[in-house]
């Protein structure tokens, strides 16, 4: 609980994301700029293309985070840029001014995943997304991050190895699946073979819970430096500016060269279980 309290007074005072960004240069000084990759991760039509998108400000903590907007961005983007159809999206926000919404709260958010799932005996990309608070759970064996739900105070959190076990092991080789968590937390271990580093620029052996043949890439960030550096809502906004353009690769360099500009100790990860997946874009 601590560790939460932290994370709430870190990002008390977000730093104004669409001012920093558009004071950046379009592309990144360090990195060549290559033709966009022909094979892509979303490879499917329009009508099997699934979102589950989760955006919690806690309700008290409203003008403190940026969650559901970023939430709502993200909406934006897969319905405009990728033609994602609203009906295909679940968006879950704990906005208490727009009703008829679903909340997220841990029963929810489980029970989304289990509807995502119908579409899985067929050729169907998923796409999740996460922005609100987390952090790392270790035990003896590994560490896990954690989501909190809107209610997590009285239900408890979700972690990695649930989404694992109850959601990715049930999709197989005709599934695609892109995973990405926005939020605030320490390095940890995803459950996923291979982690893209982008100091070396290349992949090494992870830990690994997986049992599908499908396609997973989960993108989450860390901070390596100062925890009260960090920005909220990170990963949304670099997904606007860049992806579709490169391959996921590039899109992980150029998104953390683009990180060191705003003097932020952040970093982001891509994990997958197939280390040639880095070359696609979405």
């Keep these: 609980m601590n560790f939460i309290k932290?994370?709430?007074?870190?990002?008390?005072?977000?730093?104004?994301i669409s001012?920093?960004?558009s004071s950046l240069i379009t592309n990144s000084d360090n990195i060549p700029i290559n033709s966009p990759p022909t094979n892509k991760f979303i490879n499917v039509k329009s009508k099997d293309r699934y979102a589950l998108i989760i955006g919690i400000n806690y309700d008290k903590n409203t003008e403190e985070r940026n969650s559901i907007e970023d939430a709502k961005n993200i909406r934006k983007t897969l319905i405009e840029k990728f033609k994602f159809s609203e009906k295909n999206i679940i968006f879950l926000v704990d906005d208490l001014e727009t009703k008829n919404i679903y909340k997220p709260n841990f029963v929810t958010i489980k029970t989304s995943f289990e509807l995502l799932l119908n579409h899985a005996n067929k050729d169907s990309f998923f796409f999740i997304y996460y922005s609100g608070l987390g952090f790392e759970k270790e035990d003896n064996i590994r560490a896990d991050e954690c989501w909190l739900p809107s209610d997590y105070t009285q239900s408890g959190n979700i972690n990695m190895q649930y989404i694992a076990t109850h959601f990715i092991n049930h999709l197989d080789s005709r599934n695609n699946c892109l995973i990405i968590s926005d939020t605030c937390h320490c390095n940890s271990i995803k459950p996923v073979n291979y982690c893209y580093n982008p100091f070396i620029k290349n992949w090494f052996?992870?830990?690994?819970?997986?049992t599908t043949d499908a396609n997973v890439i989960i993108l989450s960030t860390y901070v390596e430096g100062n925890k009260d550096n960090r920005i909220s809502g990170l990963i949304s906004h670099f997904i606007e500016k860049y992806m579709g353009m490169y391959s996921l690769?590039?899109?992980?360099?150029?998104?953390?060269?683009d990180i060191k500009k705003m003097n932020s100790d952040q970093v982001v990860l891509m994990y997958?279980?197939?280390?040639?997946?880095?070359s696609y874009r979405l």
């Design 6 to 16: 932290t994370c709430l007074k870190t990002i008390s005072n977000p730093l104004n």
């Design 249 to 257: 690769e590039e899109f992980i360099l150029r998104t953390n060269d």
């Design 19 to 21: 001012l920093i960004i």
């Design 272 to 278: 997958s279980n197939n280390q040639n997946l880095g």
């Design 205 to 210: 052996k992870n830990n690994n819970l997986l």
